[in-house]
């Protein structure tokens, strides 16, 4: 069994990067400037946020952090949107989901400029993807293929179950893993909340890509030897025997299905630390998209 370390591997990808803003200063070129709004004072989304300004510190890119107030109206963060539209010097942002309530998420992605939209959620990103186009892929789908690729999974053939049918993770995962060419060319079944006899599908699975949300949800009786697990679920689980009064838990029971896998990602350290690098290959492509026009 081998851990597939998201840790390591997201802070390789950030050296490579880094390496690449290098050049790009030595070469007289624009570095990479990547914007976060964020909206209120969620507490998960500011550590999110937060973690995302210090990495473009880390590695040369400029950052802005578009801290609003929760009480903005609809109508003034589209005007923000516009704002960001239209700054020449922004290559990319993000809006930090999720959003107060009075807001209508979906109208606020849409107003996005897909050539901005570094979390690749926009339809027009999401329908380039699937046509095999280049395009900003969303970042934990991103991260994902990339921990398969460096540490050599083998996909193609492979029967590829994916729990969970979100458009940030499970949608997306279900599309790049069934495209052409590595790490891809997988049969893929996307599997959800309404799925009859769930075990069927996972135990005949070469590769388990699950993002459901509930803790230790998949046991080792549900998956067969050899297996590839990644586990993309994170939540807190009460724990008084911890300082911090919780504990981290994937979608996945570790101890159990670890014993039986080929590869898995732990929980934490394992898919996470790749959504913030894979946003950062996001923005260094969007200034190499900009910079050829």
């Known amino acids: 069994m081998q851990i597939l370390d998201g840790k390591k591997t997201s802070e390789d990808i ?29 507490g998960a989304s500011l550590t999110y946020v937060g973690s995302k300004v210090r990495s473009c510190q880390q590695i040369g890119f400029e950052s802005t952090l578009v801290a609003l107030p929760e009480t ?17 010097d922004l290559d990319g942002y993000i ?3 999720p959003l107060p309530k009075h807001i209508d998420e979906e109208k606020i992605l849409m107003a996005i400029d897909p050539d901005k939209d570094v979390d690749g959620f926009h339809p027009a990103n999401f329908g380039k993807m699937a046509l ?12 994902i293929m990339e921990l398969l690729e460096r540490y050599k999974v083998e996909t193609s053939g492979k029967h590829t179950v994916v729990i969970g049918r979100s458009h940030i993770v499970g949608r997306p995962m279900s599309i790049l893993m069934s495209r052409k060419g590595y790490p891809g060319d997988s049969t893929v079944t996307l599997t959800h909340s309404r799925t009859k006899n769930l075990e069927e599908y996972t135990k005949n699975a070469d590769i388990i890509i699950t993002a459901l949300g509930v803790p230790e949800f998949l046991k080792a009786d549900m998956v067969k030897d050899g297996v590839v697990i990644i586990d993309v679920g994170i939540t807190r689980v009460e724990d008084a025997s911890n300082a911090k009064g919780y504990v ?7 101890d159990g299905v670890s014993k039986k896998s080929s590869f898995i990602t732990p929980v934490p350290g394992g898919v996470g630390p790749m959504t913030i690098a894979m946003l950062l290959k996001n923005t260094l492509l969007a200034r190499k998209i900009r910079s050829r026009k």
């Open 72 to 88: 903005i109206t609809e109508s003034e963060l589209l005007e923000k949107i516009k704002e960001l539209n239209e700054d020449d």
């Open 248 to 254: 981290i838990k994937g979608d996945v029971d570790f």
């Open 95 to 97: 809006v930090q989901l």
């Open 14 to 42: 950030k050296s490579e990067i880094a390496a690449e803003v290098q050049r790009m200063k030595a070469d007289g070129q624009k570095v990479p400037h990547l914007a976060a709004v964020i909206v209120g004072t969620n």
């Open 132 to 143: 095999e186009m280049e395009t900003f892929l969303p970042a934990t789908p991103f991260g």
